[in-house]
Each structure stands twice: as C-alpha cells, then as structure tokens.
C-alpha cells in the first residue's frame, strides 16, 4: 500500500529529476572537485552549477553559498562562528519556538560558557513581539538567531521586521530558513539577514546536504576545520552527488513555488476544513494568517496525539504528533507549551504537512476516516468527555 505521506516538514520525498540528475555523480562522474584531472573538473563543474542554482532560489551571488551536510551543521555553523569571532560580546538572543538545532546550541553556549541567553516568548498564536525583540537587544549582544516559520506549526515570523530591528542595532542576524526555502520566496537583495540556514531534505532532494547563506563580508571562522574546500569555509570533500542533486531541487522548486503556494494551500485547508467540521473539539493551533501553506497543527482535544498517529498509520497515514515520549512520559512540545497551549490540547496535536505529491484523493481518506479515530479515542478517553 503506497502511504499517504503528511509529514513533508519531517522531510520530504526525492523528486525523480533530483535522482535523475544526481545518479551519473555516484557511478561515471564520481571525481574528487580537488582534482587536476578531467574527472575532478566535471565535478567542480557541477557543484559550481549547483552553486548558482541555490543561490538562485535565495537571489544571492554563489560566492555567499556554503554547502553543509545539513540544516543542523549550518545552524550549528552560524553559531559557533559569530561567536567565536566576537568573544568579548556574551549575550544572545532567540526565541522559544526554534528548533533544537539552535535551541540546544545556544543553551549550549549559555550552560558550557556562561553566555546570557534571551529566548523570546510567543503569543497564543506563536507570533513573537517585536518591541521585546528590540528591548532585549544589549551592547554586548553578539547574535540574535530567529527562525523564519516554525516546523511544528508552519507559522512565519516576520523575517523583514526582524532584520530591520537587528540590523539598525548593528547585530548579526542567521535565520532558520528550514522550512521556508522552496515553501515561500525568499530574495537575499531585500532581506538584510547575515546567516540563513536551509536544507536539502524538505525541499525534495537528499538527507545529508544543506546550506548556509554567508552574506558577502560577514566574518564566518570554518565550523569543521581540515582542507581548503569550499573556498576554505568548510572542509571535507565536498559531496557532489547530493550538491546537485539539492541544486536540481532548487531549482524545481522556484518553478514549482507559485504554483504548490495555490494547490499545496487549497488542499491543506480543505484537510483542515474537514477535520474541523468532522472532528469536535478540534482546534488549529498557530496563526492562520501567518502560516506556511502546506502546513496544519490541529489540536484533537482529551487525546493523546500518539495514539492517533498509531491508528493513522494502520491506514497508511504518516503524519506527526506534537509530544515526544521522553522517559516514559508524554512531554507536549515546546512550541506548544511555550504558545500556552493547555495540555489536554497539546497532547492530542497532530501537524499534517503537505507537498506537492499530496493529491485530494489523499486528502480526503483522511477528511473521510479520522473523524471515526477521533471518536473512538475519545469514548476510551480518560477524560471520560467528548
Ligand atoms: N531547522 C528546522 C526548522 C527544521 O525543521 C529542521 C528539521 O526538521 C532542522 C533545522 C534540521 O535540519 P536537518 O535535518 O537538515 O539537520
């Protein structure tokens, strides 16, 4: 049975193009960049190619694209790097909702080496305030680090504002772009952002490659030090493969933006109109508004989100839940708790994400089977309510 995939922000399927495109790197053109010969001229070649098709997609010189081996290694990069650079500067800010690749690296930094850390609160819809963002800068603020849309809830921070903000106070600012890159257009020329991270694996190419956007002049010590590659900001062979197969995504992706932005959205919130009406006490959860277009938090009230995702799956349906089981216990998310979100609710979130493989057909298996999950959990429920 083919799945129907709704977790596209844990990642996504390789486009055939991408494959297609990639294939050749691994068994004819397999040479090392670095090389003198032929061989290592075709792969420099096309990870040059590669360059320029991601900074395509960010509107930015090539020269400013880092290739990583993840969303994680460029968030990590950014981080360590501004830091090592300005050591006398021991503030940083962020905010509740990031993903744990910057949330635990500047708790990293506040625990191991003493940094003071604001993590900024969000609001009811996970919307952050500006005029807290701006009060918190510090003289010896070094790096505020803010993500563009949550993974959890798809809500987008005002990525221009922000950077207004923190650039008029002349700090450095990196963005988790994660899941925004492919999703909404993002122009370099009209974001004043100095580090923006992205990744391979949630635009329809490979896992195991990212990038970072270095923009021109900001000072970025190498994260992984060795070898000269990547212009001597990143050693280690660069993996060719995987760079063309994320430069290929890249571009399919700005061909395909415009297009997923209508029919991704129209069917997520056909998804979400049907679960809503289908479903008591079903609740979205982050700003609609403001929100990525393939994705939908929804809150499934007096349920443990886990159980949902277990009968789902009998059914042929990936989707994610909003706890994570740590130590035996069902801890609701941190993006969900830090919108306030009451437990009853936040166990039972469930977050559908979509991609430009969804079909209605899809979609509607699960408008046509959830509500009788939902009511069946619920007579069993606890809670003894509906
Ligand atoms: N940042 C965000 C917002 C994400 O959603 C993810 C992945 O889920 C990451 C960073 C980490 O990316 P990667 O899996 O490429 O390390």
């Not at 992984?224 to 660069?238: D, I, N, P, V």
Request: glycine share 8%; hydrophobic share 35%.
């Amino acid at each position: 049975m083919k799945p129907i995939y709704l977790d596209n922000n844990a990642t996504t399927r390789v486009a055939d193009e991408v494959v297609e495109a990639m294939m050749p790197f691994f068994t004819e053109q397999y040479g090392n960049p670095s090389s003198m010969y032929a061989l290592g001229g075709e792969a420099g070649h096309a990870t040059r190619h590669a360059r320029e098709q991601v900074a395509a997609l960010l509107n930015c010189s090539p020269d400013e694209i880092l290739f990583t081996s993840c969303g994680t290694e460029s968030d990590n990069t950014s981080i360590h790097g501004v830091l090592e650079v300005a050591p006398a500067k021991r503030h940083l800010i962020t905010s509740r909702v990031e993903h744990p690749a910057v949330r635990t690296t500047c708790r990293y930094f506040r625990e191991q080496h003493g940094y003071a850390l604001t993590e900024l609160p969000v609001d009811a819809k996970g919307n952050l305030s500006l005029s807290e963002l701006e009060s918190s800068l510090r003289d010896d603020t070094a790096l505020v680090s803010i993500m563009h849309a949550n993974n959890e809830t798809g809500v987008i921070f005002p990525l221009e504002e922000i950077a207004q903000i923190v650039k008029s106070h002349g700090v450095i600012l990196h963005t988790d772009a994660v899941q925004t890159a492919g999703k909404l257009s993002l122009d370099m020329q009209k974001l004043p952002v100095d580090l923006l991270a992205i990744s391979g694996h949630k635009l329809h190419a490979p896992k195991g490659i990212g990038a970072l956007y270095v923009r021109r002049g900001t000072k970025l010590p190498p994260y992984l030090k060795g070898g000269h590659q990547e212009s001597g900001k990143r050693a280690g062979t660069e993996n060719v493969p995987y760079i063309v197969g994320f430069g290929k995504a890249c571009e399919l992706a700005m061909q395909n933006m415009e297009k997923e932005n209508t029919s991704v959205k129209a069917l997520r919130d056909k998804l979400q109109a049907g679960l809503l009406t289908g479903c008591q006490n079903a609740y979205v959860n982050g700003d609609e508004t403001h929100r990525l277009p393939n994705t939908a938090n929804i809150s499934f009230e007096f349920i443990e989100g886990e159980s949902i995702l277990l009968l789902l799956d009998t059914l042929g349906v990936c989707a994610s839940s909003g706890s994570a089981c740590t130590s035996g216990s069902l801890e609701p998310s941190h993006v969900l708790r830090a919108m306030g979100v009451p437990f009853t609710r936040a166990h039972g979130s469930i977050r559908f994400s979509l991609s430009r493989y969804t079909t209605e057909d899809e979609v509607n298996v699960v408008i046509e089977k959830l509500p009788a999950i939902i009511e069946r959990l619920r007579s069993m429920s606890p809670f003894g309510r509906k």
